[in-house]
C-alpha cells in the first residue's frame, strides 16, 4: 500500500511558475515509477510527466515540454513537478501517481493515486 499526498497548487497568472510536489508513504517509493495527470472539467484525465524508479528517464505530454520538469527525491520519498511558463489551459486538478512497472502514459495503470492539488492559471 502507497499512500500519496500533493501540495502546491494554487492561483496564478499566466507566465508564472508552481512546484507541485507529492510526498509517498507506506512501502519503498524507490519502487515505483511515479506520473502526473491532471485532469479539467469535463474533460478526461491525461498524463503530464512520468519518471522512471531512479529518476534516469522522464517523459512528458507534448504540451508540457519546454514548460515542465518532472523529478524525484528517493530519499525523501518526494516527486517534484516544476511548472514554468504557465497557461490558462494548464488550469486543471493535478494528480499523482505510481505502479511498480515501468512509466506509461496510460492513467489507468497506475495503482495508486493521491487525492489531487487544484492548479489555476489566470489571463
Known amino acids: 500500500q502507497v499512500q500519496l499526498v500533493e501540495s502546491g497548487g494554487g492561483l496564478v497568472q499566466a507566465g508564472g511558475s508552481l512546484r507541485l510536489s507529492c510526498a509517498a508513504s507506506?512501502?519503498?517509493?524507490?519502487?515505483?515509477?511515479m506520473g502526473w495527470f491532471r485532469q479539467a472539467p469535463g474533460k478526461e484525465r491525461e498524463f503530464v510527466a512520468g519518471?522512471?524508479?531512479?529518476?534516469?528517464?522522464?517523459s512528458y505530454r507534448d504540451s508540457v515540454k519546454g514548460r515542465f520538469t518532472i523529478s524525484r527525491d528517493n530519499a525523501k520519498s518526494t516527486v517534484y513537478l516544476q511548472m514554468n511558463s504557465l497557461k490558462p489551459e494548464d488550469t486543471a486538478v493535478y494528480y499523482c501517481?505510481?505502479?511498480?512497472?515501468?512509466?506509461?502514459?496510460?492513467?489507468?495503470?497506475?495503482?495508486?493515486w493521491g487525492q489531487g492539488t487544484q492548479v489555476t492559471v489566470s489571463s
Open positions: 507506506g512501502r519503498t517509493f524507490s519502487s515505483y515509477a
Open positions: 501517481a505510481s505502479r511498480g512497472g515501468p512509466v506509461t502514459d496510460r492513467w489507468i495503470l497506475y495503482d495508486y
Open positions: 519518471i522512471t524508479r531512479n529518476g534516469g528517464g522522464t
